[in-house]
C-alpha cells in the first residue's frame, strides 16, 4: 500500500521511532533507505503511494490512522502535512502518488498537481 524513502539526517536519527510511527498507516508499509532524491525518482514504484522522510522524523499516532481515508480519496496527487519546528507549524509535502516526481525539497516537481493538507496530527523530529 505504502513505500516509505527514507533520507539520511545528521543529528538525532531514529529509524526504528520513524518505522513504530506507521504501524496504524498499513500492514503493507515498505520501507526503503536512500542517499537521495534523484534515487527516489529513479526507484519502480510498486505501491500507489510513497512517502519521503528524514531519519530524525516520525508521524503522530492521529496522522497515522487519518492517512488510508486520505490514500482511498484518491481525488488528489500529494499530500502536505503539518510539521512543528521550534513551536511554528509549517507546511511540507511528504506523501505523493507513484507518478510524481520530486524535487530537492520534496516539493513536486512538476506544476500543476492537485493536493490535500492534513490537519490530522503533526510531523515531528526527534530532539534528542
Avoid: C
Wanted: hydrophobic share 45%; net charge negative.
Amino acid at each position: 500500500m505504502l513505500t516509505i524513502f527514507i533520507l539520511p539526517s545528521k543529528k538525532n536519527s531514529n529509524i526504528d521511532k520513524l518505522v513504530n510511527s506507521f504501524t496504524f498507516v498499513s500492514s503493507e508499509v515498505h520501507y526503503v533507505p536512500v542517499e537521495d532524491v534523484a534515487e527516489i525518482n529513479g526507484y519502480d514504484k510498486q505501491t500507489p503511494w510513497f512517502g519521503v522522510f528524514y531519519e530524525n522524523e516520525y508521524i503522530e499516532e492521529k496522522l497515522a490512522v487519518a492517512l488510508p481515508v486520505f490514500f482511498m480519496l484518491g481525488n488528489f496527487d500529494y499530500l502536505v502535512v503539518f510539521k512543528l519546528l521550534e513551536e511554528k507549524a509549517q507546511f511540507f509535502p511528504r506523501f505523493y502518488k507513484s507518478k510524481v516526481y520530486i524535487q530537492d525539497d520534496l516539493a513536486p516537481l512538476h506544476k500543476g498537481w492537485k493536493h490535500e493538507k492534513v490537519l490530522n496530527g503533526w510531523l515531528l523530529e526527534n530532539v534528542s
